[in-house]
């Protein structure tokens, strides 16, 4: 396993923009699929956006177009930087390695209200 530290959450206006951060323990990043989850209140935990250890990248039909993941190797940092966002994307958003076992931080606030 190792140690995911999320942060960046906040209040935001919809239409408003926000990065989130996660930086891992040590490197994994070229070894691991790496992982944005997001659990809206009162329903399940979703996935969100993935990055392979090669760069490809995969999005959840809800957020293409708005959100963007992507990484720093060497600060072993993972992002999300999310725009044009909306009341519906409020949720707790959660950064995820694929270890075995899997690696999850402890969470980041987004909420997206006027």
């Known amino acids: 396993q190792v140690q995911l530290v999320e942060s960046g959450g906040g209040l935001v206006q919809p239409g408003g923009s926000l990065r989130l951060s996660c930086v891992a323990s040590?490197?994994?990043?070229?070894?691991?699929?790496m992982n944005w989850y997001r659990q809206p209140p009162g329903k399940q935990r979703e996935l969100v956006a993935a990055?392979?250890?090669?760069?490809?990248?995969n999005y959840a039909d809800s957020v293409k177009g708005r959100f963007t993941i992507s990484r720093d190797n060497a600060k072993k940092t993972l992002y999300l930087q999310m725009n044009s966002l909306k009341p519906e994307d409020t949720a707790v958003y959660y950064c995820?390695?694929?270890?075995?076992?899997?690696?999850w931080g402890q969470g980041t606030q987004v909420t997206v209200s006027s």
């Open positions: 995820n390695a694929e270890t075995q076992p899997q690696s």
């Open positions: 040590r490197r994994i990043f070229e070894i691991h699929i």
């Open positions: 990055i392979t250890p090669r760069g490809n990248q």
